[in-house]
């Protein structure tokens, strides 16, 4: 239920304590007296309140005064420090040079309310709350915003309002949790397995995680969540924060002895990386936060729901896309990807993308970064021709770049030594540096180089790649720089479809997700990998939004061997396509890839737009998950098993989110060779090719499950009656 219609408040209307709705979700912000806000409650919706009621929570929330302690209750406010007498740590810090009056006060401020409005619109409820302290020359724009679909996200405008330059070293805010949220979860990972679990309590003091790659890196915390002891994709209440940006970060969960505990998610500034001038002001990044009371499944509703808000229209079909980078590596000639055309074209493909290797001297990954012509040794007719035989085909055709880099051994390193980010002599990462997009006149060289691409060829898709670590302290101009970069090109070449991706799975976040189409998770093509990858970068994004391609049967990454349906139904549940020499394949083999092709274009609009829905097993070797249409008339269910299950008999398997009071028709999805089964016989309702049952038992009893083979796949689909 959302909070009714509210007009900007006049000055008498200051002072109040406000109330934001959406979606099952309340908070609760006394702005009363001088002091900083304070949110009295983030979570469960607490249902319609009225001023009596609200003041009536204030009163009950205000806490005792304990032995050896400030004189007064404690406030966690939004800006808590030591101003506040709040010893743990601040999402917001400043500071001043020197010994003057405005320094000393800005050491420990003392903010004070200034102003507040208020604004109710149908996508979201603002409220931006204004602090000053006059001593130390410092005023703070405070902002909250619960949109419709119950997320929360907040950030803070820091002005300079004194004659000396403002050092800033965090602008963010602090959320409060309750006690009970004892459980954390954030993430790590590394190249080709990233967004690994780590789970564990939260002990009095700081959990905090750092990013300083940046980019978010191969083990960024990505989320961080809090919840009761045991939480699970299907139960449990659940509090998580995420850092909209895609530089450097930091996220923490506190348990302070004084009582509170604090969730925060924020852009990490280096010491002196960014320093406000006098009468300037600095906006920080975006936190997103999220409150469910349904386990991690209910984070995921909200925050697809809310990404998918963004669409309007809503966006085109996603194209089942074929990259040639495991096909053909850096060995590019027409006569060489001809046929790899024509096998993509007989097997359903709709985007044709080249990958590195097609740029003037780029023989393999140690130079050229930077030179963004077309190699006239390998394409001596320029990519005309080949953009001419994949439009032939009926593909779109796409191109791989890497724009925020640059090779020491290239044209634009001679040309431009100063364009290079940080100094002579630094670490090469990939046998590559930076390009410092903040350097005058680089992004525009860098724009007009792609802009001429995009001008002369009928491109309708750029691979965005960020193949390094930055390794310096200028992680912010260069986001801000990249953000503008993709902007101006896509406002330049609306047409034109763009996905990130960062060695892989280096920089997913909502920060990103505005300016692309398409993110890449990960390098890791191998099934078994990408099962667990899928499953946590959903909590976050929606599945359209993550490129899933079918590797070739020996996986390029780590060597291991996968079934054909493994690997093609693994590959279904995202943004589909190919990462393998089709030219070298079967045609039986073609012809199973041709067949899971129509199969992922029958189901895209379901697959693309329904709710995921991930399932707690009871065995670990078993990742379950599945899509169910938003009026729950159908569902795409999978069932793989990424090592040996435990018993011989596998428990019953239940599929939650489905409509209790309909009967569904239950039935296996055939996929190329199917699962491999070791049993001496099937449960019978999948001897007999399906079941009817009603959707409260598939939901509280389940249905026995085949025991699958380890490294096996079963797509199960749900058809209400």
């Not at 990404?307 to 495991?326: F, I, K």
């Not at 300016?515 to 099934?527: A, E, I, K, Q």
Request: proline residues 7%; glycine residues 8%.
């Amino acid at each position: 239920m959302r909070s009714r219609p509210r007009r900007s408040p006049s000055r008498s209307d200051l002072r109040v304590i406000h109330h934001l709705r959406a979606a099952g979700v309340s908070v609760v912000v006394d702005a009363r007296g001088a002091g900083v806000p304070v949110v009295l409650h983030w979570g469960r919706d607490l249902g319609p309140l009225d001023d009596e009621d609200l003041a009536a929570l204030a009163a009950a929330s205000t806490p005792a005064v304990p032995p050896s302690s400030i004189d007064v209750p404690f406030r966690l406010t939004l800006a808590a420090g030591l101003g506040d007498g709040w010893t743990g740590r601040p999402a917001l810090q400043f500071s001043r040079r020197g010994d003057t009056p405005a320094a000393r006060a800005a050491r420990a401020p003392r903010l004070r309310a200034v102003r507040e409005r208020r604004e109710d619109r149908a996508e979201a409820s603002a409220l931006r709350m204004t602090v000053r302290d006059d001593e130390a020359a410092v005023t703070v724009e405070l902002d909250l915003e619960l949109t419709a679909q119950g997320l929360l996200r907040s950030r803070a405008t820091v002005h300079n309002d004194g004659v000396e330059p403002l050092d800033l070293a965090a602008a963010g805010i602090l959320l409060p949790i309750p006690a009970r949220a004892g459980d954390l979860l954030d993430f790590t990972g590394l190249w080709a397995r990233e967004r690994r679990p780590i789970r564990g309590p939260l002990r009095d003091g700081i959990h905090a995680r750092e990013s300083r790659h940046g980019r978010g890196g191969h083990d960024n915390a990505f989320v961080l969540a809090a919840g009761t002891p045991g939480f699970s994709f299907e139960a449990g209440e659940v509090w998580a924060v995420h850092a909209a940006w895609s530089g450097d970060t930091a996220v923490w969960a506190e348990r302070s002895a004084l009582g509170p505990s604090t969730l925060a998610a924020q852009e990490l500034l280096a010491p002196g990386e960014v320093v406000v001038d006098a009468g300037r002001r600095h906006t920080g990044a975006w936190s997103v936060a999220v409150y469910s009371a349904e386990g991690l499944n209910g984070i995921s509703d909200r925050t697809h729901a809310w990404v998918r808000s963004w669409q309007a229209p809503p966006p085109r079909p996603r194209p089942l896309t074929l990259n040639t980078w495991e096909a053909v590596y850096f060995d590019q000639s027409l006569e060489k990807l001809e046929p790899l055309i024509a096998a993509a074209a007989e097997v359903g493909v709709e985007r044709f993308v080249l990958d590195d290797g097609w740029f003037l001297g780029r023989r393999d990954d140690r130079r050229a970064l930077g030179d963004w012509t077309v190699d006239p040794q390998v394409w001596p007719q320029g990519l005309g021709p080949l953009v001419e035989r994949v439009h032939a085909a009926g593909m779109q055709f796409g191109l791989w770049v890497e724009p925020e880099m640059i090779s020491a051994d290239s044209a634009l390193a001679r040309e431009h030594p100063e364009w290079m980010l940080g100094r002579g002599g630094d670490l090469e990462w990939r046998f590559q540096r930076a390009l410092d997009l903040s350097a005058p006149g680089a992004a525009d060289h860098v724009f007009e180089c792609l802009d001429a691409l995009l001008r002369t060829y009928d491109i309708a898709f750029l691979k965005w790649d960020h193949n390094r670590d930055l390794l310096h302290a200028r992680a912010h101009a260069q986001t801000a720089a990249v953000y503008a970069l993709i902007d101006r090109l896509r406002a330049a070449h609306p047409g034109v479809e763009i996905e990130s991706c960062a060695s892989g799975g280096a920089r997913l976040d909502i920060g990103m997700l505005p300016h692309v189409d398409r993110v890449w998770p990960s390098d890791c093509n191998d099934p078994v990998e990408r099962q667990r990858i899928h499953a946590w970068t959903t909590l976050l994004l929606p599945p359209e939004y993550l490129g899933a391609h079918v590797g070739a049967p020996e996986a390029h990454t780590t060597g291991r061997t996968a079934a054909t349906s493994f690997r093609l139904g693994t590959a279904l549940f995202g943004s589909a396509g190919i990462e393998w020499n089709v030219a070298q394949t079967s045609e039986g083999e073609r012809a199973q890839l041709a067949a899971w092709a129509d199969e992922y274009r029958r189901r895209r609009d379901l697959l693309h737009s329904g709710r995921v829905v991930r399932i707690d097993t009871d065995d670990p070797a078993v990742v379950a998950h599945g899509v169910v249409a938003h009026d729950r008339s159908e569902a795409l269910f999978s069932v793989a098993t990424v090592d040996t299950p435990a018993a011989a008999l596998p428990p019953a398997l239940r599929f939650p989110g489905l409509d209790a009071d309909a009967r569904y028709r239950v039935a296996p999805v055939p996929i190329a060779d199917g699962p491999r089964i070791i049993a001496d016989q099937d449960p019978p309702w999948y001897r007999d090719g399906g079941i009817e049952l009603p959707g409260r038992l598939l939901a509280e009893t389940g249905l026995p499950m085949p025991l699958l083979a380890p490294e096996q796949l079963l797509l199960l689909e749900f058809t209400r009656l």
